[in-house]
């Protein structure tokens, strides 16, 4: 729990000099110490220092990114749509007829 409090306490720390060394350091302290109580013995601080990237993540944000140009390109096509049907349309093609001004 102190391993915890520690890693917590740093992240609310402002002034640190290298706040991203701090916080591998001690989150590598969290790691280690729960590996302990959980009975892993020959686990090397090490180890948690080791980065890790699961492909999973990569197919998510290329997920993401296919989906945001998508919803991009309808958001510009439907917009440019709109301004055809705008332009296209008037009181006059809808059978609408102009009101007579009276006189004031």
């Given amino acids: ?8 306490n740093s992240m609310n720390t ?29 686990i090397e601080q090490t ?8 492909e999973g993540h990569e197919s998510e944000l290329k997920r ?3 989906f945001f140009q998508n919803q991009s390109e309808y958001y510009r096509t439907a917009f440019e749509l709109n301004n055809i049907l705008i332009h296209q349309y008037t009181p006059e093609s809808l059978g609408v007829k102009k009101a007579k001004k009276t006189p004031e």
């Fill in 1 to 8: 729990l102190s391993a915890w409090n520690d890693l917590r």
């Fill in 47 to 54: 180890t948690f220092l080791e980065d890790y990237y699961p």
């Fill in 64 to 66: 993401q990114i296919d």
């Fill in 14 to 42: 402002k002034d640190l000099v290298d706040s991203g060394k701090t916080w591998q350091i001690k989150r590598t302290t969290l790691l280690s110490r729960m590996a302990v109580s959980l009975g892993y013995k020959s």
